[in-house]
């Protein structure tokens, strides 16, 4: 399925705080409250620093945004080199904070893809 918002950036930790941002924008947009949108903030910045260190220089960052009324899913990838599989993202600190602020978290490697797929709820009531 197509995302609402696609992000393409280059590999460089400097451009996280643009995926950040976007973030931010779209769960204000939803009406998610100040806790929501800060959790969604951190979840990305926490998968950024589970993806970033296994990426290709020359390649791209790539972040999509699906969103409802009351949840922002998110899905940020980087190419890598061949097959190779990271390190148990289980024992790294930034998955253990990505698992504590969203609903559901997985990293799914592929040919020569890495991502983090996380899902922010809202606790607005309506």
């Given at each position: ?23 931010v ?25 589970l ?19 009351d ?56």
């Amino acid at each position: 399925m197509r995302p609402d918002v696609e992000l393409r950036l280059p590999v460089d930790p400097a451009f996280v705080s643009v995926l950040r941002a976007t973030a931010v924008s779209l769960a204000a947009r939803l009406n998610f409250t100040i806790d929501d949108i800060e959790d969604l903030r951190m979840a990305v910045s926490e998968a950024s620093a589970l993806v970033l260190p296994h990426a290709q220089a020359d390649g791209d960052l790539v972040a999509g945004f699906h969103t409802a009324p009351d949840k922002v899913e998110v899905r940020i990838s980087v190419p890598t080199s061949g097959t190779a599989t990271p390190p148990a993202a289980e024992e790294d600190f930034a998955w253990q904070v990505l698992s504590a602020l969203t609903t559901h978290a997985e990293l799914q490697t592929g040919e020569g893809s890495y991502a983090a797929i996380f899902t922010v709820h809202s606790t607005a009531t309506v």
